[in-house]
């Protein structure tokens, strides 16, 4: 299973295609527009968030309600795009009004001007926006429902918000109970992130985080040790590497695995007649070896703070090369809320590309059924 989006921040919209579904996938479109509403809120979003209010809409690869096994077509409409149809518009516009040459530090503006030529940072930024994100929430929102028929669950909850951070170890069931305005989980942390992405604003800064993505019910051996390519776990990292501002990603214990001993790393395994093969911990995130191990999956991703600051970092303007300030006129303070679905969407699609690579994708029956078989 592939997919794929296409479209711009402020052009008509954003459409994804997934190749490669299996026929006979129950879709109900109210999921994915809960989804793509969850995406848009969240404590500490912008003024664009406003205008938009994301509804998926099926063009093709469904009827009735399910999947025919065809490409999957999906559109999010942008409805700013009213707005800026007259410096957009594929079939004609003003392409000299809206220009963005005043770069903006840590956007692609910079570096995209480089590669792509030319010397409007609007050409680069407009496909490099997160606002692409709310497509593949809508897509994810799909391979979601394909691995819970599986019995594969997909959940998450943010961890950090700039210096605030909760450490505390939550079950998979704790997680429903994750807080709506920051998804966080503790009362007295979320308060805290909150206070922090206040401070935030007011000095026209922004801030990031650290979303945890949980699975559970994956069975062993999805992803493969036999080559570098198939590893579940560069496969998983891979997809959370490519959500806009990503700049760290942790499997189980991750980083802290370097610090410790080996007895207090990797996960004793024991053996009893009810359970067969079972651990103690599972400081190895559900991946040994690059495959799934049975266990629940535990992924943590840092978000690095949006770039467009609305005090405008010190940067050169692309046009005149002269000193300035770079380009603000609206921004996120905080997205985390939104990055947190946006996480587990990008785990949905890479797990359900892994299962059907090794299961087929013929239809739900022969999925259903080869799922089954194999062993805890
Ligand atoms: C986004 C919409 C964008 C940004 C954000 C994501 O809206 P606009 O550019 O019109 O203000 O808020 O994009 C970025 C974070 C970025 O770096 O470009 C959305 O819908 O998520």
């Not at 809409?57 to 009827?63: F, P, Q, T």
């Not at 999805?222 to 760290?248: H, I, N, P």
């Amino acid at each position: 299973m592939k997919l794929t989006t296409a479209g711009e921040s402020h052009g008509k919209g954003l459409i994804a295609i997934l190749e490669g579904l299996p026929a006979g996938l129950a879709l109900d479109v109210r999921e994915m527009d809960a989804y793509l509403a969850l995406r848009q809120s969240g404590y500490g979003r912008g003024a664009r968030q406003k205008i938009e209010s994301d509804r998926a809409e099926i063009l093709s690869g469904v009827r009735d309600g399910v999947t025919l096994g065809s490409p999957l077509a999906i559109a999010v409409w942008n409805r700013d795009y009213e707005n800026w149809k007259a410096y957009m518009a594929p079939e004609g516009c003003d392409t000299s009004a809206r220009q963005l040459t005043k770069v903006r530090p840590g956007h692609a503006d910079l570096t995209g001007l480089k590669k792509f030529g030319g010397s409007d940072a609007r050409n680069i930024l407009e496909r490099a926006s997160a606002r692409e994100s709310a497509v593949r929430v809508a897509a994810g929102t799909v391979c979601r429902a394909l691995l819970r028929e599986l019995g594969v669950e997909v959940c998450g909850y943010v961890r950090s918000v700039g210096d605030v951070c909760d450490e505390t170890a939550y079950t998979f069931e704790e997680l429903a109970l994750r807080r709506p305005e920051l998804f966080m989980m503790d009362d007295a942390k979320q308060r805290a992130a909150i206070e922090y992405i206040d401070a935030c604003h007011a000095a026209g800064d922004t801030c990031g985080g650290v979303a945890e993505v949980r699975v559970r019910g994956l069975k062993s051996g999805f992803g493969s040790c036999m080559t570098y390519a198939e590893k579940l776990d560069a496969r998983l990292a891979a997809a959370l590497m490519s959500v806009q501002a990503v700049k760290g990603v942790e499997i189980g214990l991750g980083f802290g695995a370097a610090a410790r001993r080996g007895s207090d790393v990797h996960d004793e395994i024991f053996y009893d007649e009810g359970r067969g093969f079972y651990r103690m911990t599972n400081r190895a995130g559900g991946i040994e070896g690059g495959m799934s191990n049975g266990e629940e999956l535990v992924l943590r991703a840092a978000m690095k703070p949006i770039p467009t600051l609305m005090r405008g970092l010190a940067t050169v303007d692309c046009a005149t090369h002269a000193a300035c300030r770079a380009a603000a006129e609206r921004s996120d303070v905080c997205a985390i809320l939104a990055f947190e679905v946006i996480a587990e969407s990008a785990v949905c699609t890479e797990l359900a590309a892994a299962v059907l690579e090794r299961l087929g994708s013929d239809n739900m029956d022969a999925l259903l059924r080869r799922y089954e078989e194999l062993p805890q």
